[in-house]
């Protein structure tokens, strides 16, 4: 028997690159241009770049890269490089603020960073407080005017060097990625990603959410957020198809490129899918048939997206859960065999949860002193969960132990648990607002509000009160030419949650602001509307 064979990455690599050369990678670059390449045109410029790492960049086994990357081609070769031989990708969230960068990369000690040339300039800043990194690498074919010190093109770095051999034996409990939360409160804290835990998440979620050769996968979700959600490894895995989109996130881009490509699998946040939804309305000859399932996440999907998508395009949206922490997907919400026999409503009653947890995964929801409570669709409590692939600490943070209790990750998550197994996400903690002592779900009301025809986005937060000490108030975006009215909204609400939850102000504003991984940012909201009932 061989059940202390290593579980490592490498091994899908080669797997999938022996049995699929010839699948197409399609990758939209920071130029705008699109390159296509295959398998097995990649695998040559993998083992390059590994070979590269080493005797030209001088990066040891255990030590971290850097990327500062879109979701493109060499991205891609990044990831691969460095899992196989045991370097450290360190994805680096361009949307974090300059000090927060600082901070995760001297934490992470980034050896070299990689950076695509549109970003150069927002890393240039910074430079002088980056104690660890020794080179600068531009992700294209010319490092000139990058505005970095002593910067190679990535293409000069990877010509001449011989391709790798072999790849290395690695312990199964070393890390190959590591990533940052995106740090809303307090400096961000680091999870890393090893062999094992994403080996099993990859085997996992394949098992979950099938993906086969047949499949052409775009990861719309950010590669600098927890490894696009496992896409890149998963899909490589089963030998699919790989559409990366690369720097326009926009509707009027992603739309097309599903069409042009026939994407069958995408992956991203509501906020994409909302403005997917807008472009599909007012453009009714685009043509999305080739795609049949998009996981969302990141966010509470709102109910009128799901249905939307299927009524008007066929198109099943999954919502998923998860965590940095939870390498990160671990729930999906799956129709039950006897569920199918459903009217549709009812099933969208399952469909807008969270989902049942991945196999190999236990969760549970405990009250304020730690007391597991009933799983009856009732009882709400904060969610706990554990599982081979769910980190057991935060790189090198003395923080630790404010998150991980008897052996359960806290995720901060209030939820119900239904008798079916399925979990529905009450609030983040820290979003729920309490009135009178009495709780409100900011992301109830949300979900309602997005559901009326003339809401493009809504979030909801608390706001100071003289009598019941936080009151919800809701900030709205219309659609273009919109117009709807605080009393109409108000009105539109009624019928779905009872009167003490409805919010004592609708505002009206241009934008909502979202943190670094595409999220409503509410501490921004909180803050600058918490004294608006005052007085």
Request: with cysteine; hydrophobic share 40%.
């Amino acid at each position: 028997m061989m059940d202390d064979f290593p579980l490592l990455l490498s091994t899908l690599y080669d797997r999938a690159v022996r049995l699929f050369p010839d699948q197409q990678i399609v990758s939209i670059e920071s130029d705008r241009s699109l390159i296509r390449t295959s398998y097995g045109q990649t695998d040559e410029r993998i083992r390059r770049l590994a070979t590269a790492l080493d005797r030209r960049l001088g990066v040891s086994q255990g030590q971290a890269v850097g990327t500062f990357a879109w979701n493109n081609q060499r991205h891609h070769e990044l990831y691969w490089a460095t899992a196989n031989t045991g370097r450290i990708c360190h994805t680096l969230n361009i949307r974090l603020f300059a000090e927060q960068l600082v901070y995760i990369i001297n934490h992470g000690e980034d050896q070299v960073i990689f950076v695509d040339p549109d970003l150069a300039p927002l890393l240039a800043p910074i430079v002088s407080e980056l104690k660890t990194v020794k080179t600068f690498v531009v992700m294209g074919e010319d490092a000139s005017g990058c505005g970095l010190p002593d910067a190679i093109a990535y293409e000069d770095l990877i010509a001449d060097g011989a391709p790798h051999g072999a790849w290395p034996q690695l312990a199964e409990g070393s890390p190959h990625m590591f990533c940052y939360t995106s740090g809303t409160t307090g400096d961000p804290k680091g999870v890393a990603y090893t062999q094992r835990s994403t080996y099993m998440h990859v085997i996992s979620n394949l098992a979950t959410v099938h993906i086969s050769p047949a499949d052409n996968v775009m990861p719309i979700v950010p590669m600098f957020h927890a490894s696009a959600w496992g896409y890149p490894f998963m899909a490589t895995t089963q030998g699919a198809r790989l559409t990366y989109p690369g720097p326009d996130l926009s509707a009027e881009a992603l739309v097309p490129l599903i069409e042009s490509e026939r994407v069958t699998f995408s992956a991203g946040v509501p906020t994409v899918m909302l403005g997917m939804k807008q472009y599909l309305e007012t453009h009714p000859n685009a043509d999305i048939s080739s795609l049949q399932a998009f996981l969302c996440g990141g966010a509470a999907v709102p109910r009128s997206l799901i249905e939307w998508f299927w009524k008007a395009q066929g198109v099943r949206v999954l919502q998923g859960w998860g965590m940095t922490e939870t390498n990160p997907v671990a729930s999906v919400a799956l129709l039950k065999p006897h569920m199918m026999d459903w009217d549709f409503d009812r099933q969208l009653d399952v469909m807008e949860t969270a989902g049942m947890p991945t196999a190999g995964l236990q969760v549970k929801i405990v009250d304020d002193e730690g007391r597991r409570l009933p799983e009856d669709g009732e009882a709400f409590g904060e969610l706990l969960i554990r599982g081979p692939w769910v980190t057991a600490e935060y790189y090198n943070d003395p923080r630790t132990p404010e998150s991980f209790q008897d052996g359960w990750l806290r995720t901060g998550d209030v939820c119900k648990i239904t008798p079916e197994g399925y979990v529905r996400i009450t609030d983040r903690a820290k979003d729920l607002i309490k009135s009178g002592g009495e709780w409100i779900s900011s992301v109830d009301l949300e979900n309602q509000l997005m559901a009326h025809p003339q809401v493009m986005e809504a979030a909801v937060v608390g706001a100071r009160h003289d009598k019941w000490q936080e009151r919800p108030v809701a900030l709205v975006v219309t659609r273009e030419g919109s117009e709807v009215t605080e009393p109409q909204l108000l009105e539109f609400l009624r019928p779905h949650v009872v009167n003490w939850w409805l919010p004592d102000r609708v505002i009206f504003i241009d934008e909502i602001p979202k943190t670094g991984t595409g999220k409503f940012d509410k501490k921004v909201l909180r803050d600058k509307h918490w004294e608006v009932l005052s007085g």
